[in-house]
């Protein structure tokens, strides 16, 4: 992966707290997966959804609360929409609804995107992964969760 897709990617994350509208950036889990390995944050929480996800969408302000409630040096969210690109509308007043100006968009095929992340992902949705300073995977799960369990999982990490 080139240094020109992080240094956009890294610019568009600055764009983020600064107050500018949302970005919605077109990336394949490898770029994906480098971007998390790269965070400064102790722990790192991917969180894959899209807006036609019930569950995804029910639970996305736990994730919104959690970047809120911890100092991004400790820990950072990165979202991931498995929207089509022909629904970036809906993804971007959804993201502006929740107060989120930034979101990767998955790209590429679905199997191998699943595989990058996890072998043991079956790609359903919603999915929370888990990943600890030097970028290792140290929890995953599917399906909806709650902010205290997010808390929880979050904490053992930054107790280790």
């Known amino acids: 992966m080139g240094r020109q897709f992080l240094s956009g ?6 764009l983020v707290g600064s107050g500018w ?12 997966l480098e971007v998390v390995r790269e965070s400064p944050a ?7 959804w899209a807006t036609w996800c ?3 969408v029910e ?20 979202f991931v929409s498995a ?13 502006q609804s929740q107060g ?19 072998p043991e992902w079956t790609g359903a949705l919603p999915a929370t992964f888990l990943y600890d300073m030097a970028g290792n995977l140290r929890g995953f799960w599917e399906g909806k969760t ?5 808390v929880e999982q979050v904490q053992k990490l930054l107790n280790r």
């Open 100 to 118: 989120v100006r930034f979101s990767f968009l998955k790209q590429g095929a679905d199997d191998a995107f699943v595989r990058a992340f996890s």
């Open 83 to 95: 929207d089509f690109e022909d629904e970036l509308p809906a993804v971007r007043r959804f993201l």
């Open 21 to 32: 509208a949302q970005t919605v950036r077109p990336a394949t889990a490898t770029e994906i």
């Open 54 to 56: 019930a569950p995804c």
């Open 59 to 78: 639970e996305f302000p736990a994730f919104v609360r959690l970047q809120q409630q911890y100092d991004s040096s400790l820990v950072r969210v990165f």
């Open 9 to 14: 990617l890294f610019g568009a994350l600055l």
């Open 146 to 150: 709650t902010y205290d369990q997010l």
């Open 42 to 48: 102790t722990v790192k929480v991917v969180n894959m």
